[in-house]
C-alpha cells in the first residue's frame, strides 16, 4: 500500500483530483438519501440497561424508491418567482396633522362633499318643503330663493340703507350703528356664500391664514401691506402676526405689557379682554394661547371685512361701534380694554367714549392705549395728550406705566377718589336709580358709573377657578331666585357640563371641526320662526351646523323650514328618552348653487 504524504498529494494531476472531490459528494449524498427516504433501511438497536430484552426498530422510510437523478434536478432548479409586494397607500392628508400624528406646515383641505352641495337651487323656486309630520302635524312652506351675489355679507341691521339715509345727523358714527328692518320688511331669501368659497382652514393653522376666497377683499392688504399685518400669497391671506404698533409682533407687544405692568397676568386675573377697533384681531389670536378670551369688536365701515377676518381666523370677534348707544355688554365686564390706533376721539363731548369704556371696564381693571399721542412729540399730538391725561385723571384712573407706544391706566376699585373730588368737577358720578347693565338701545351717558358699595365685581378669582367658583356680583342680577343663587350656578353648570358631554358623545362632535359657535336663546328674537332661521342660516358656514333643542309642537314647522332652506335636517331625542316633551332638531347647512 501506497502511502501520500502532503507533498506527493499536490502532485497529483488537477483532473484527478476534480474527479475525487465529485465522487465523494456523491457518495455522501447517496448515503444521505438513503438513510433518510430512499431504498433498504439500517436497522437500528437499543438496549436498555434492565434485562428487559433488546429492540429492534425498523426506519419508517422502508420499501421507498429513490431517484437520485430526479432530486439532483430538483436541487439545482432556481427558486420560483415570488410575486412583488403591492405599491404604499397613498395617504390623502387633511387638517393640520400628517399620517405620523405630527404637525404639518402645509396640507391640504378637502372638498365639499357631494352631499354637502346643492347645484340649482334656483331652478326649484316655487316647489314647497315639507316636514315629515312627527310633532303637531305635516307643515309646508315655499323654498326660500337665493339672494343675489351682490348679498353675500348683507347685514340686515346694518346695511338699512333706507333708515340710514333718513338720519338727521351721522357726524358722531349713528351710520354705523344698529338700525334693524321693522316687521315684515326684513330678510327673506338665503344669503349666498361668496363664489368659490372653500371649506375653512382649521385652528390653530387658520390663526395664521385663510382662504382668499373666504373673504375676498384687499382694502386691508392695500392700506396696511406695509405695517406687517396682512399680506396676500396666490389663493390665501397670511398673517404675519403684526401691526401698526406691534414693531416685534403681537406676541412680542403682550410680552412688553406684562413686563411694564406685572400685576396684568394673563390667563390668571385677566382673563376677558376687550379689543377696539380690532384690524385683523391678531391681539386677540396670540392673546389665546395665553389662555386670555378676547372679544374683538370694529364697524363696519371703509375696512368692513375687519369682523369677517377675524371670524374666519377663529377669533371670537362682533361689528359693533363707539357712537352714540352702548355696546351691547354689561358692567364690569373686561379685566382689560384694548385700543391700538383704533381712531378714537376718546375726549370728544366731555370724553362720553371713554366713560362707556369705564362702564365696562372692571373695578380694578386696565386700559391699553397705543397711539401716536403717547410717544410723539409734535404740537398737537402733544395737546391731545394733555387732554387725555386730564380726563383720565379726572375719571381717577391711575396711570400705571407709559413706555415705549402704550399708555397704560387702571380703574379704581371703589367710589372714594369719586366722592373726594373738588365740587362741579365733570363728569359727574351717575344718577344712583341709572342701571348700568341696562344696554339695548340705551343711550351714551357723560357720567360716570358708580362701583357697588359692597364691592362686587372687583375680587375675582383667578382662572382657571374662577369658571367654577359663583361670583360675588351674582347676587345682583335680576333672577327669581334670592337665596339660592350660589346652588343655581352650581346647578347650571352641571346641566351645560353634562349637555355639551352628551353632544360630544352621541353626536359625534370630536370628528367635526368645530371652532366658531354661538349659543343663543332664540325666544328674544320675535314670534317668526322663520325670520330667525334665515338669521341663522345667513351666519352660518356651509357645512355648518344649527341645534334647537325645544318642545315637539315646534318640530314639524323647524323641520319644513330647514328644509325649505337647503338643510339636512334630523329630528334626535333628548337625553330624557322617546317619551319627553322636548325634541333635538340637528340641521346642517349645505352650499347652494343657483
Not at 397711539?371 to 394733555?386: D, I, N, R, S, T
Request: proline residues 7%; charged residues 25%; aromatic residues 10%.
Amino acid at each position: 500500500m501506497t502511502i501520500l504524504g502532503n507533498g506527493d498529494w499536490l502532485r497529483i494531476p488537477l483532473i484527478l483530483k476534480v474527479c475525487g472531490i465529485v465522487m465523494m459528494a456523491v457518495t455522501f449524498f447517496y448515503f444521505g438519501k438513503h438513510w433518510s427516504d430512499g431504498s433498504q433501511q439500517l436497522l437500528f438497536f437499543t438496549t436498555t440497561t434492565s434485562r428487559a430484552p433488546s429492540a429492534v426498530s425498523v426506519s419508517p422510510n422502508l420499501d421507498k424508491p429513490f431517484n437520485l437523478s430526479a432530486l439532483i434536478n430538483e436541487t439545482l432548479a432556481p427558486p420560483p418567482l415570488l410575486p412583488s409586494p403591492p405599491p404604499p397607500d397613498v395617504v390623502q392628508r387633511f387638517g393640520i396633522v400628517d399620517e405620523n400624528g405630527t404637525m404639518s406646515d402645509e396640507f391640504e383641505v378637502g372638498d365639499f362633499d357631494p352631499d354637502e352641495v346643492v347645484e340649482n337651487w334656483g331652478g326649484q323656486n316655487g316647489t314647497v318643503a315639507e316636514s315629515e309630520g312627527s310633532g303637531s302635524g305635516r307643515v309646508s312652506v315655499e323654498r326660500f330663493e337665493l339672494c343675489p351675489k351682490s348679498m353675500s355679507e348683507y347685514i340686515p341691521c346694518l346695511d338699512n340703507v333706507e333708515v340710514v339715509k333718513r338720519l338727521k345727523s351721522t357726524a358722531k358714527g349713528e351710520r354705523f350703528e344698529r338700525h334693524c328692518p321693522e316687521a315684515g320688511r326684513g330678510l327673506n331669501c338665503l344669503v349666498p356664500a361668496p363664489k368659490s368659497y372653500k371649506s375653512p382652514i382649521p385652528w390653530p393653522k387658520s390663526r395664521d391664514e385663510v382662504w382668499f376666497f373666504n373673504v375676498p377683499h384687499t382694502k386691508l392688504v392695500e392700506d396696511k401691506g406695509g405695517q406687517n399685518w396682512i399680506i396676500r400669497q396666490k389663493n390665501k391671506f397670511k398673517f404675519p402676526g403684526g401691526g401698526t404698533q406691534f414693531i416685534h409682533g403681537a406676541d412680542g407687544y403682550l410680552t412688553d405689557i406684562s413686563k411694564a405692568v406685572p400685576d396684568i397676568t394673563f390667563g390668571q386675573h385677566v382673563r376677558v379682554v376687550l379689543d377696539v377697533g380690532c384690524g385683523v384681531a391678531s391681539f386677540g389670536a396670540y392673546l389665546l394661547s395665553r389662555d386670555v378670551l378676547t372679544m374683538s369688536v370694529a364697524p363696519k365701515d371703509v375696512h368692513e371685512n375687519q369682523i369677517q377676518f377675524a371670524l374666519e381666523r377663529g377669533v371670537p370677534a362682533m361689528v359693533s361701534a363707539f357712537a352714540t348707544h352702548r355696546l351691547l355688554y354689561p358692567s364690569q365686564a373686561f379685566d382689560l380694554i384694548h385700543c391700538s390706533r383704533c381712531r378714537i376721539n376718546w375726549t370728544r363731548d366731555d370724553g362720553i367714549l371713554l366713560l362707556e369704556v369705564n362702564r365696562m371696564l372692571r373695578a380694578g381693571g386696565y386700559f391699553a392705549w397705543a397711539a401716536q399721542p403717547v410717544y410723539k412729540h409734535e404740537e398737537v399730538l402733544e395737546e391731545q395728550w394733555q387732554e387725555m391725561l386730564n380726563l383720565t385723571t379726572r375719571l381717577c384712573w391711575e396711570l400705571v406705566s407709559k413706555q415705549g407706544y402704550v399708555a397704560i391706566w387702571k380703574k379704581p376699585v371703589n367710589n372714594s377718589c369719586y366722592l373726594n373730588r373738588d365740587e362741579g368737577t365733570k363728569p359727574p358720578l351717575c344718577d344712583p336709580s341709572d342701571d348700568p347693565d341696562k344696554v339695548w338701545y340705551v343711550d351714551l351717558k357723560a357720567c360716570i358709573t358708580r362701583l357697588p358699595e359692597n364691592g362686587y365685581g372687583t375680587n375675582v378669582t383667578a382662572w382657571p377657578d374662577r369658571l367654577q367658583t359663583p361670583p360675588d356680583r351674582l347676587q345682583s342680577i335680576q333672577i327669581d331666585a334670592f337665596i339660592s343663587r350660589k346652588e343655581l350656578f352650581k346647578a347650571e353648570s352641571r346641566y351645560c357640563h353634562e349637555l355639551v358631554g352628551g353632544y360630544v358623545r352621541g353626536l359625534k362632535w370630536k370628528k367635526f371641526r368645530l371652532r366658531n359657535v354661538m349659543d343663543m336663546r332664540a325666544g328674544f328674537g320675535g314670534c317668526d320662526i322663520s325670520t330667525i332661521m334665515l338669521e341663522m342660516d345667513r351666519m352660518l358656514r356651509p357645512g355648518g351646523r344649527a341645534y334647537i333643542r325645544d318642545s315637539i309642537s315646534v318640530m314639524d314647522e323647524l323641520q319644513a323650514i330647514g328644509n325649505a332652506m337647503g338643510w339636512r335636517v334630523n329630528l334626535r331625542d333628548t337625553s330624557e328618552g322617546p317619551h319627553a316633551s322636548y325634541r333635538l332638531f340637528i340641521g346642517e347647512k349645505r352650499l347652494l348653487h343657483s
